[in-house]
């Protein structure tokens, strides 16, 4: 009996479910696609760490300017010497050995503090900071097109979901439909007007349908979960999607699009900001060659009972010249150099698939468009052919043959037009994200 207390709460547990878990009776999460553009923004973890990657870059900019400022050293030691340090006094020697000074103790504490300031590194310390500015607005810029690419990732698996929930209302329209058929295939049996050859085909073609259902149910499951973890959601989350209507139609021309891409895309601005970070790293490089002028100033101390003075300042002007470094400093400029042409060559490379991109957009929305149109007649087109030859078959002027093949063609066709439908959806994101402005959905600003 003692157990009964305890067993009751994990009893409970079992039967409701344990804190946290999504189940399927929660109520679904309603998104529009300006919400969930804005949830991906905020948790998804890809942009999480892309934006780390801005504090690192901040944090690199931090120490090249450390160059700039004097560098300070402090070190204290004790030193225990076997036999003091002697200076040699005359040429003589005596019964102990030659006759000496003792210059150091034996056994001593010392300390040094210096302070070390570049005057003039042939630009290597002032190239090593631009290039780390560079890098800070390099990285806002990858942040930028990680983002811009989250949304399209996001737009294009809102319109998925969306998609696979019609495909279910189709296949369940298509399973309802055949139903009928199969009770009016029935009925005509039993009076003895048709063959039971009918009704079998009637059964074969509601069983696939209702396996496409099953498999349409799966893959609006598959489509929400795949979605949830864009938004950092939980996986089983279930949603409501809005319908979305408010994605513009492109109105520029091809030419004017491109161009408008090449000014606004990210991953083009951060190209170009490497091809100057580049450059920077040639002039670094470069400074290897030359010498670094510096000046240096300091305090020393050492335990000695011998000096008059133990404790020192001392200031040096100095000239610190690698003259050989067995070629490093000439490999390391044709490193840069063989880098800042590959720069060069990838920059090129992404404004032709730029291009590319914003064309190939531009086509989809234009084709997808043409075939919204085509499959929407079409689906008038075939409901109406389907109650044609539904009627037929009562009347026994046409055959159930007939019938399923109409069915058949009204499906195709609605699943065309739904397919056509958010195609054309996913080619206006595309677009919009090909000329950099997908971002813009979020404020509903767009081109």
Not at 84 to 97: E, L, Q, S, Y
Not at 147 to 170: H, I, P, S, T, W
Not at 229 to 235: C, D, Q, R, S, V
Not at 250 to 270: G, S
Request: contains cysteine; proline residues 4%; glycine residues 4%.
């Amino acid at each position: 009996m003692r157990r009964i207390p305890v067993l009751l709460p994990l009893l409970w547990a079992l039967l409701t479910g344990f804190p946290g878990n999504t189940t399927a009776a929660d109520p679904p999460r309603e998104l529009t696609l300006r919400e969930a553009l804005r949830q991906a923004a905020q948790a998804n973890p890809t942009l999480k760490i892309a934006r780390l990657e801005e504090l690192i870059a901040d944090a690199e900019v931090v120490r090249a300017r450390a160059g700039f400022l004097p560098q300070v050293k402090a070190q204290v030691g004790h030193t225990l010497y076997d036999n003091p340090v002697k200076i040699r006094i005359g040429a003589g020697a005596g019964p102990a050995g030659p006759a000496g000074f003792r210059m150091t103790n034996r056994n001593f504490w010392s300390s040094q503090v210096v302070a070390e300031q570049t005057v003039f590194d042939f630009f290597a310390t002032s190239s090593r900071y631009q290039a780390a500015v560079l890098g800070k607005s390099i990285s806002r810029l990858d942040s930028a097109q990680v983002r811009d690419n989250l949304f399209l990732a996001v737009c294009q698996g809102y319109f998925r979901v969306l998609r696979a929930e019609k495909m279910v209302q189709v296949a369940q329209q298509e399973v309802t439909q055949l139903r009928e058929h199969l009770k009016n295939a029935r009925n005509l049996y039993e009076v003895g007007l048709t063959t039971y050859n009918d009704v079998l085909q009637a059964e074969v073609a509601l069983a696939d349908a209702e396996q496409r259902l099953i498999t349409a149910r799966s893959d609006v499951t598959t489509a929400t979960s795949q979605l949830n973890k864009l938004l950092a959601l939980p996986i089983g989350t279930p949603l409501k999607l809005a319908e979305e209507s408010e994605l513009a139609v492109p109105v520029a021309e091809l030419p004017q699009a491109a161009r408008t891409a090449l000014e606004r895309r990210p991953d083009l601005k951060a190209a170009e900001g490497r091809i100057r970070q580049g450059e920077k790293a040639v002039t670094q490089a470069q400074a290897g060659f030359y010498p670094r002028v510096f000046v240096q100033a300091g305090q020393t101390w050492q335990q000695n009972d011998t000096w008059l003075h133990d404790n020192q300042w001392f200031a040096i002007v100095g000239l610190q010249w690698s003259l050989f470094s067995g070629f490093d400093t000439r490999a390391q400029v044709r490193q840069a150099k063989e880098r800042l042409e590959q720069l060069k060559l990838k920059r090129q490379d992404l404004s032709d698939q730029v291009k590319l991109e914003v064309q190939t957009a531009y086509l989809d929305v234009k084709d997808t468009a043409e075939r919204i149109r085509v499959t929407q007649k079409a689906v008038s087109q075939g409901e109406e052919n389907l109650r044609l030859n539904e009627e037929r078959y009562k009347e026994q002027v046409g055959t159930a043959t007939d019938v399923i093949d109409a069915q058949t063609l009204l499906t195709k066709a609605r699943v065309n037009f739904y397919n056509a439908r958010y195609d054309h959806q996913m080619a206006k994101a595309t677009y919009l994200w090909a000329v950099g402005a997908i971002n813009e959905l979020v404020e509903n600003k767009q081109p």
